[in-house]
C-alpha cells in the first residue's frame, strides 16, 4: 500500500522560504509522477508542481504558473523522498499543501489523475 507523508511546513515570513518533505513508501516509484498540490480556505485544491520519478524522461518537471520560478520540485531516488523547494513566499502561497502520486507516465495539473495522496502540511505566510 502506497503511503506519503509530508513534512516541513510551518509559519514564515513574506520574502522567506520553506522546504517541504514527502516520504513515499509501499512500492517501487519507477514510472510514476509525484506531484505537490495547495489547498487553502475557502478555494480549490490546486496544482503547484509535478515531476516524472524515473525511467525515460526522469526528472522531467511541470509548474503552476503561480510558482514558476519560485518554487522547484526535486526527488532522491535512493531515499523515495520528494521535495518542494518554496522560495520568495508571499501570503497568497498560504495553503495545505499536499504530496500526491500516480502511476501513470505524464505529468498532469489535474488532482483526478493522482491515485495516492498525503494528509498534508499547513504552509502560512506571513505579511
Known amino acids: 500500500q502506497v503511503q506519503l507523508v509530508e513534512s516541513g511546513g510551518g509559519l514564515v515570513q513574506a520574502g522567506g522560504s520553506l522546504r517541504l518533505s514527502c516520504a513515499a513508501s509501499?512500492?517501487?516509484?519507477?514510472?510514476?509522477?509525484m506531484g505537490w498540490f495547495r489547498q487553502a480556505p475557502g478555494k480549490e485544491r490546486e496544482f503547484v508542481a509535478a515531476?516524472?520519478?524515473?525511467?525515460?524522461?526522469?526528472?522531467?518537471?511541470l509548474y503552476a504558473a503561480s510558482v514558476k520560478g519560485r518554487f522547484t520540485i526535486s526527488r532522491d531516488s535512493a531515499k523515495n523522498m520528494v521535495f518542494l523547494q518554496m522560495n520568495s513566499l508571499n501570503p497568497d502561497d498560504t495553503a495545505v499543501y499536499y504530496c500526491?502520486?500516480?502511476?501513470?507516465?505524464?505529468?498532469?495539473?489535474?488532482?483526478?489523475?493522482?491515485?495516492?495522496w498525503g494528509q498534508g502540511t499547513q504552509v502560512t505566510v506571513s505579511s
Open positions: 500526491a502520486a500516480e502511476d501513470g507516465p505524464a505529468l498532469s495539473r489535474d488532482s483526478r489523475i493522482y491515485k495516492y
Open positions: 509501499g512500492r517501487t516509484f519507477s514510472n510514476y509522477v
Open positions: 515531476i516524472r520519478w524515473s525511467g525515460w524522461g526522469g526528472g522531467t518537471t
